[in-house]
């Protein structure tokens, strides 16, 4: 397994919000996890980018190295785990291509690096069409597309994306997994924490159903679909 996650336990003030929760991500592979609000996923993948310091004896372990070695810029530079946050995180008063550029400060493979932009903007040609405009003046799924064009210029090996779902139109969001397919297809496993259960399932071949702070199932993706529990619960049926 790639990624692997033991007993991550997370605690904010004395209130705790994952109770030593355990995943594995393969390499190559799209995995989700499914979750009502609060359930702890943002916090799940705060804690694999380390911007959440402390976890009580937890274990986590990409390429079987330990992650909690590391810091946060670290994690992107040196591991290649890049995080797609909610609420996006670009850069408002930077252009499209400045906020790119901006995504692959610790690399120094700058041909490749030209090739990748060249790669974002064909994907995503809406960016392509407004690289000199100032990205806070981008719709919002416009800036969520900006934001996974960032995470594939700075890490690429594994990419964590949190509800890259919101806020977008129906159309803007089948071009968002489209986009998220072909990114895996050229070799980025990805792992994914949505509200929206039946596209992610639909999307990812293995899932994880989280519930206050614990996962409550886990299973082939197409299994979870059809599961009466998580069709009641999450797929409002
Ligand atoms: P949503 O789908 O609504 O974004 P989530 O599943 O991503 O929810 P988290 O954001 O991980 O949930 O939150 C899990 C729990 O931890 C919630 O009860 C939340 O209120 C709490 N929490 C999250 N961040 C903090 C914080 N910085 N300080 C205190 N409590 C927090």
Redesign the pocket.
Known sequence: MQLVVENLTVA??N?M?LHGISFSVDKGEIVTII?A???????TLRAISRMIPSVHGSVIKFNGENILKYSTDKVVSKLGISHVP?GRMIFGNLTVTENLTLACFARKDRDQMVKDKKWVFDLFSRLDERKNQLAGTLSGGEQQMLAVGRAYMSGRKIMILDEPSMGLAPLLMLDMFEALKEINRLGTTILL?E?NARLALKFAQRGYVLENGNIVLEGKASDLLIDPEVKKAYLGA
């Open positions: 904010y003030d209130i919000a979750g609000n609060g359930a702890g996923k943002s916090t909610e924490v509200q």
